[in-house]
């Protein structure tokens, strides 16, 4: 082996251990990136308002912009902190609800400061710029943030309204004419506690007479143990045919099997990837259901989105309802042939106008859509709220579907 040949081996044999070194190294720009996005995001979250409300030539006293900076800054500091005490690792419920809070009214001053922002740009061309001007936008922001804020609060804390909606499907038996269909999604039982409305819910689930109830998944944030006592009332819960669950994203951030069997234990139908058959009248319907979409990336053997593994041996001319959390997933419906789709996810988008970033990631944020000539989807803007305790322009509801055949039943 000559000089140069021996040279070139070495190097091949020195490239296998600096490819991990590569990726290690990728890797850490990659959090560096992350971290100063986060960063990024948090100090607009905080700073504009803080502009806005106190040093946009307002003018306001030193001491309502020192203890009002001061209030400011303590919350962006203890944001990140709280958060990860809450939702991280040690997952302290006081934090959670601190954290949760502290999003939701920054979330709201950020989004009116911008309309605020906007307006006095809009006045100062007109020729009415000024302090007055300023104090006047700064003042009517904070009013109008307190105010949806209280109203956000109750709206998320009350008994979901029903929300009646005919289907059609033009598969649907006579028999099956009228069959009703209670859709929950987006309970999400989490660190405030909320087992006295979760009972409210289930005694109205109850009092709509349902053929049918399903949930769509994203049932708790946290352990099964450590929310036990809020999901309880699900298991009083009654349907003539049918009561079927399926797991939502959350589910996969902790116990997402647990959740499947611990809802299979208060008498539930975990359609984990499969269907089963009820008939009314002589007709019958197949009511499948699906894991999540991010199933596949949780790493729990067997869990993935499969929509063909849950109709499987299912009778190809019987209209199918079809159970999966998020509304993207009509995709892999349409190419199945579904008939209906029912989901949750979006929470209607829950605070204004976060709806409008959602509607980037899913094709519906909430209501009866059509995605092809058979397949309709239905959204449900979620019975319950994630994080922040506040729904703004965005009400939970519990979803009563009427299933109508294009065929009159015979009297």
């Known amino acids: 082996m000559d000089?140069?040949?021996?040279?070139?081996?070495g190097q091949e044999s020195a490239a296998p251990p600096a490819e991990p070194a590569a990726r290690e190294?990728?890797?850490?720009?990659?959090?560096?990136?992350?971290?100063?996005?986060v960063l990024t995001v948090l100090g607009l979250l905080f700073v504009l308002p803080w502009w806005v409300l106190l040093a946009s030539g307002t003018g306001w006293p030193s001491p309502v912009v020192v203890s009002g900076s001061v209030l400011f800054g303590a919350a962006l500091v203890a944001f990140p902190v709280?958060?990860?005490?809450?939702?991280?690792?040690?997952?302290?419920?006081?934090?959670?609800?601190?954290?949760?809070?502290?999003?939701?009214?920054?979330?709201?001053?950020?989004?009116?400061?911008?309309?605020?922002?906007?307006?006095?740009?809009?006045?100062?061309?007109?020729?009415?710029?000024?302090?007055?001007?300023?104090?006047?936008?700064?003042?009517?922001?904070?009013?109008?943030?307190?105010?949806?804020?209280?109203?956000?609060?109750g709206e998320a804390m009350r008994l979901p309204r029903v929300r009646r909606v005919e289907v059609t499907l033009p598969r649907l038996g006579p028999g099956l004419d009228g069959t009703r269909v209670v859709v929950l999604a987006d309970t999400h039982y989490g660190p405030i506690d909320r087992a006295r409305w979760s009972a409210r819910v289930a005694e109205a689930v109850n009092a709509l007479d349902p053929d049918i109830v399903c949930h769509a998944g994203d049932i708790a944030d946290g352990t099964i143990d450590r929310r036990r006592e809020q999901v309880a009332p699900l298991g009083t819960v009654r349907a003539r045919l049918a009561r079927a669950y399926v797991t939502g994203n959350h589910e996969y951030f902790g116990e997402a099997q647990g959740w499947l069997d611990h809802m299979a234990s208060l008498g539930w139908e975990s359609l984990h990837n499969r269907h089963l058959v009820?008939?009314?009248?002589?007709?019958?319907?197949?009511?499948?259901?699906?894991?999540?979409?991010?199933?596949?990336?949780?790493?729990?053997?067997?869990?993935?989105?499969?929509?063909?593994?849950?109709?499987?041996?299912?009778?190809?001319?019987?209209?199918?309802?079809?159970?999966?959390?998020?509304?993207k997933q009509v995709a892999q419906a349409v190419t199945a042939g579904v008939d209906l789709q029912?989901?949750?996810?979006?929470?209607?988008?829950?605070?204004?106008?976060?709806?409008?970033?959602?509607?980037?990631?899913?094709?519906?944020?909430?209501?009866?859509?059509?995605?092809?000539?058979?397949?309709?989807?239905?959204?449900?803007?979620?019975?319950?709220?994630?994080?922040?305790?506040?729904?703004?322009?965005?009400?939970?509801?519990?979803?009563?579907l009427i299933l109508r055949s294009p065929v009159t039943p015979p009297v």
């Open 82 to 153: 709280v958060m990860a005490l809450g939702h991280g690792r040690r997952q302290l419920d006081w934090a959670a609800r601190t954290a949760d809070t502290v999003l939701g009214v920054i979330w709201v001053l950020f989004a009116w400061s911008v309309i605020g922002g906007v307006l006095r740009l809009a006045l100062s061309a007109a020729g009415a710029g000024g302090r007055g001007t300023a104090r006047g936008v700064a003042v009517g922001v904070a009013v109008i943030a307190v105010v949806l804020l209280v109203w956000g609060y």
């Open 278 to 327: 009820v008939e009314r009248g002589g007709d019958r319907l197949v009511l499948a259901g699906v894991d999540d979409r991010t199933a596949a990336s949780s790493g729990l053997a067997g869990h993935r989105a499969d929509v063909h593994a849950a109709l499987a041996g299912a009778t190809p001319d019987l209209p199918v309802l079809l159970v999966a959390h998020q509304p």
């Open 3 to 9: 000089d140069q040949s021996a040279e070139t081996l």
């Open 342 to 400: 029912v989901s949750g996810h979006t929470h209607g988008g829950q605070i204004w106008p976060f709806n409008y970033l959602v509607r980037l990631d899913q094709p519906v944020v909430q209501g009866l859509s059509r995605h092809s000539d058979r397949t309709q989807l239905y959204t449900s803007r979620g019975a319950g709220y994630w994080g922040p305790p506040f729904r703004i322009f965005a009400p939970s509801e519990i979803s009563l």
């Open 25 to 37: 190294g990728s890797g850490a720009r990659r959090r560096w990136i992350g971290g100063l996005v």
